[in-house]
């Protein structure tokens, strides 16, 4: 029978694989879209000043507990972010006090307050090394910086300067290739059987390049790793509506203002929170893959995360089109909500 009948889908309560909640006023009023929906998050370490050490973890993790709208049954996972100072018995013992759930790789000026990320792969080996032996994931936001390479190629030089090397040097690292956005990379994780998954966000599933360029440019669509070609994009909804283990939901929902976003030099950063959940199930839908909503939302991250699924469920009905608001109020102002460019038939109940 194929999944075009479906129009109720019960999964269990899904995990969002890569969040940015930052912090203060707008965390406190970006999180009760994300808790809504979703049970368990890891959260990104990239504030200002960064998540560095075990008690900056904690800390934060406080924040983010004491702000938790009433009722609310979620779990933040905690990142460290990887500094070429970080101290690997450090890291360990993050880990095994369940403070860290995993490190964090962001190439010095990759992307949003990545300032502080690593420059020299070697100075932080022996830190990932010792992940290696005690298991502890590496979440990698995979793109050189180099100037002289293009913006849409970055992935891609990413993996072969960088990551296939990285590999062959600590190769029990348990790596996650985060918001991979190219056929290179699908191809790549594809072709590895061990240690190596990535997950796809919300946005790069639905959008390309040309939507973000074409008849002007769409800043609410700006983000990084930016999208790619169309081809990239199908690569990607394949990927995710297969069910392969080694592919699963991190929504990279990263909230600006406004103000921030349509400035002359607007961060880069989509807020896909509020209706991840109805989007995915209509890029599914289309697929005709429904069935494989729960993998890739629900199944796939835990495994590789080596935590048990979520035992609560969420259900899905398809209906007459469900409206999300424009964007959400902070203290800081407001903050525009993703707009895939199509209705959403797709309602989230419980």
Known sequence: MSDK??????????????????????????????????????VMPNLVPPVVTATDAVEYRARILAALPAGAD????????????????????????????A????????????????????????????????????????????????????????????????????????????????????????????????????????????????????PHFYCLPVAKREAHRVALVQAAVSGDKRFFLGTDSAPHTDAAKLQPCGCAGIFTAPNTMSCLA???????????????????GPQFYRLPPNEDRITLRKGDPVTYPTHIDTADGPVTVFDPGFDLHWHVEG
């Open 5 to 42: 009948s479906i129009t109720s889908l019960a999964i269990r309560r899904p995990d969002d694989w890569h969040l940015h909640l930052r912090d203060g006023a707008m965390m406190r009023a970006v999180l009760p879209e994300t808790t809504r929906h979703f049970a368990r998050a890891i």
């Open 74 to 101: 979620f779990t933040p996972l905690m990142t460290l972010y990887l500094t070429e100072d970080t101290n690997p018995e450090e890291v360990a013992a993050a880990h095994d006090a369940g403070i860290a759930t």
């Open 103 to 218: 490190v964090k790789l962001y190439p010095a000026g990759a992307t949003t307050n990545s300032a502080s990320g690593v420059r020299d792969m070697e100075k932080v080996r022996p830190v990932l090394e010792t992940m290696a032996e005690i298991g502890m994931p590496l979440c990698v936001h995979g793109e050189v910086t180099d100037n002289d390479v293009d913006i849409f190629d970055r992935e891609a030089v990413f993996i072969d300067k960088v990551l296939k090397p990285l590999r062959k040097k600590v190769p029990d690292l348990r790596i996650v290739m985060e918001h991979v956005t190219t056929q290179h990379a699908v191809d790549y994780v594809r072709d590895t059987h061990k240690n190596l998954a990535a997950t796809i966000t919300t946005h790069h599933l639905i959008i390309n390049r040309n939507n973000i360029l074409a008849g002007g440019i769409k």
């Open 282 to 300: 209509e890029v599914f839908d289309a697929a005709d893959r429904l069935k494989k909503l729960e993998a890739f939302t629900s199944l796939n």
